[in-house]
């Protein structure tokens, strides 16, 4: 951190923390909301249970039947003991088998009035009675004579007491049920276990801390999604707003500080009263719910394990919060207007709540890239030990992606003047092409944004063309849907999008996308890393499965690939859809715009930025560290070269390969094991591709031309090995048979 930075967030956090409403929703609110809302709560709602069992109930009954409720009803005993019973209706002697595990409640007894039928109803309704008991009078003599009688009990649902009145009339007419049938035993010299020729014994065997965690999992994610905004909503209003009504932010612009260093100081200000606020929800109500007397009655502990996690799932969370809060209040003139801006960001664990708590919603599927969701399912199954490495790292990796997004968004609204210094400041003022200068490559914050809007939109488009266009489980895709399916998303989002966008914001596109001719010789190297970079994954694929479990599906796009390789023009079709259209759309994205953005400062964080970044939109995730280290290898390439063709070169011709290398080495009839990975590649070939790919390195190295190296500030982007197209996983389906 610089010491611009640093004075500024130093001053930030300084001026929050002596704001007595910032300090009140960060540090007050968390240390008492818990303890009042879980030991308030659960006291009152032990001192309405226990009103309630003790409230006298109204029950309408037929008329002459009073006394058989009074005497016989009310009097039945309770079972959580054996004892002898005399006032039945037939007078005879018996006794009530104690239910073992069960307690009868003490509840106060009934009180009745005998009824006309109409009469019962208009009182229902007008709630002078809580319940109905419809029968025949002569029900108890009915029962003596072993008839098979009749009852209905009739209640509001509407009305809590009429419910409750309902479930006491039902317990006591099983109760005389239990006691009849013991008679009727008694009196035919049977036991009453005629009536239970076994016994069931169901066992709880979950854990107390998962028992914590189901409880508390549906609803406990989206509450510290809450908090987090609380934290940070107040910080980042007084930031921006507050200060624009101030007037102090043309101070603050004035002093000798550049616009990113201000945003990156108050970010950062804003992030650590927003994770702070986080880990003091956590902590307060971790332990408030340890002291709970009535969850250790039940069983219930605080899941402490999955704190830890919890923790690091809110990190990027508190970013992307934080980033987009200054972002949307800096377009706010005053305080009032940003608290209207914010109050959609607000609303979003609301609906968000509605998601996490319906019964049968998995984290899968877009739900994986859903911001916020996806934070808020994962922690509902860490909460139950549930939640496997690759969704944690699938769900990390996408929010720090839209976390990224947000700063870069927020960067870019410091750097406009029109918009901090209007009092009319608005989302169409920033996004009005009049106030954009001209630039040869686009701005870190441009490239972030794309690279974040870009990442579920391809996944949704995608994913919404493939199950459209598919045929049916058993004949899978037809060539032209696997066409539209694969070349549409592609050619629009990561060749004409990235295009499109660069002539937006006035950016030389021949700057942007690499368009030079590279050297003869780094179009041989380009060459000679695909063929070489191919086996080499695949030994990579190998030695990763021994300590992460190797996941493959022979899904409805890999029986696809393997039927298509079986003919030559069918082999030609997946090398255009497969190899040659993601080698130029992606290059010119991930190498093009989003790599001359990255890159403009800083080298090596850029190259690796864009690595990762190429890693996490590649399918399937269980192969995340080689297409990542991969693509960080070969955007060491793309800014040697200069150029973005050998980065095509290669991404066309290592996907390529991994079409046609299976069949023609008689690895495609071959059907890989779950769980189970492939075999090492032969030292015979493996040292041979080890060969190459130096060979290729060597040859691309020095090529960038040298007028470049010592004027220019272009940083060009690198290729990578593409694992596969855009989720369509060409590698992972077509390499997979290897």
């Known amino acids: 951190m610089s010491p611009k930075i640093r004075a500024v967030y130093f001053k930030e956090l300084r001026d929050c923390l002596r704001d007595r409403r910032t300090v009140f929703a960060t540090v007050v609110i968390p240390l008492v909301l818990y303890p009042v809302m879980l030991l308030g709560m659960a006291e009152v709602t032990q001192m309405a249970q226990t009103k309630l069992e003790h409230e006298h109930h109204l029950i309408a009954i037929p008329v002459n039947t009073k006394s058989f409720f009074e005497n016989t009803l009310n009097n039945l005993p309770s079972e959580e003991k054996a004892e002898e019973v005399t006032n039945l209706p037939s007078g005879a002697k018996t006794t009530i088998k104690k239910m073992v595990g069960e307690k009868a409640p003490v509840i106060t007894p009934l009180d009745y009035v005998e009824m006309t039928p109409d009469a019962a109803e208009s009182a229902l309704a007008g709630g002078t009675v809580r319940a109905i008991v419809v029968m025949d009078p002569n029900f108890a003599d009915d029962v003596k004579a072993l008839k098979q009688v009749k009852l209905d009990v009739k209640f509001d649902q509407a009305e809590q007491r009429s419910n409750d009145a309902a479930i006491r009339v039902r317990t006591l007419f099983e109760r005389y049920r239990k006691v009849v049938i013991n008679q009727r035993l008694e009196s035919s010299g049977l036991g009453h276990d005629t009536l239970e020729p076994f016994s069931i014994n169901i066992t709880n065997v979950a854990q107390a801390t998962k028992v914590g965690g189901s409880v508390m999992g549906s609803f406990l994610p989206l509450l510290f999604i809450m908090m987090i905004i609380t934290g940070a909503i107040h910080p980042a209003i007084d930031m921006t707003a507050g200060e624009k009504e ?130 808020a399912l994962l922690i509902k199954q860490l909460f139950l030990s549930h939640g496997t490495g690759q969704q944690i790292a699938f769900v990390f990796i996408s929010t720090c992606l839209y976390a990224a997004g947000a700063v870069a968004f927020a960067a870019r609204i410091f750097a406009r003047e029109e918009v901090l210094f209007s009092a009319q400041g608005s989302l169409r003022l ?28 391809n996944f949704y488009l995608q994913g919404y063309l493939q199950s459209a266009l598919l045929v049916d489980k058993e004949k899978g895709f037809s060539s032209l849907a696997f066409a539209i399916s694969v070349g549409v998303p592609i050619w629009l989002l990561f060749a004409a999008l990235p295009i499109a966008i660069s002539m937006y914001l006035k950016t030389d596109l021949k700057t942007t996308f690499l368009w030079r001719m590279p050297a003869p010789r780094a179009i041989l190297g380009g060459v000679l890393l695909a063929a070489g970079g191919w086996l080499i994954a695949q030994e990579m694929v190998a030695i990763q499965s021994r300590f992460w479990e190797y996941s493959f599906e022979m899904d409805i796009l890999s029986k696809f690939f393997h039927e298509k390789s079986q003919s030559v023009a069918g082999m030609l079709f997946l090398v255009f859809f497969v190899g040659i259209t993601p080698g130029i759309c992606e290059e010119h994205f991930f190498r093009g715009y989003l790599q001359q953005g990255v890159t403009r400062k800083d080298k090596w964080v850029g190259l690796l930025t864009v690595g990762v970044i190429f890693g996490a939109f590649h399918s399937p995730f269980w192969k995340f560290p080689i297409t990542a280290s991969m693509g960080v290898a070969l955007a060491y390439v793309a800014w040697e070269t200069a150029s973005i063709w050998p980065g095509v070169i290669f991404h066309t011709l290592y996907n390529s390969m991994s079409v046609v290398m299976p069949t023609l080495l008689g690895m495609g009839d071959e059907k890989p094991v779950a769980g189970k990975g492939p075999s090492d590649i032969p030292l015979q070939y493996l040292l041979p591709s080890i060969a190459l790919f ?13 007028a470049e190296v010592k004027t220019s500030n272009v940083l060009p982007a690198a290729p990578e090995m593409p694992s596969a197209h855009v989720m369509i996983p060409s590698a992972a389906a077509a390499g997979e048979h290897a």
């Open 246 to 375: 101030r007037s102090t932010l043309e101070t603050l612009i004035g002093a000798p500080v550049r616009p990113i260093e201000i945003i990156s100081g108050k970010f950062l200000a804003v992030a650590t009263m927003a994770l702070g606020n986080a880990t003091l929800n956590v902590g307060s109500f971790a332990l408030t719910f340890s002291m709970m007397p009535l969850a250790k009655m039940n069983g219930f502990e605080f899941p402490w394990a999955a704190v830890p996690l919890t923790l690091l799932l809110l990190l990027p969370l508190a970013l992307f919060f934080s980033g987009l809060l200054l972002a949307v209040a800096s377009f706010a003139s005053n305080q009032k207007e940003a608290q209207i801006y914010c109050l959609p960001i607000y609303l979003v664990p609301v609906l968000g709540m509605m998601v996490v708590m319906m019964p049968g919603i998995d984290l899968e599927g877009p739900l994986l890239l859903t911001p916020v969701l996806n934070t």
């Open 430 to 457: 920033f996004l009005n092409r009049k106030f954009f200068k001209r630039s040869a490559i686009p701005k870190p914050g441009d490239a972030l944004v794309v690279a974040a809007l870009l990442y579920p939109f």
């Open 694 to 706: 130096v060979a290729g390195i060597l040859l691309v190295r020095g090529t960038r031309p040298k």
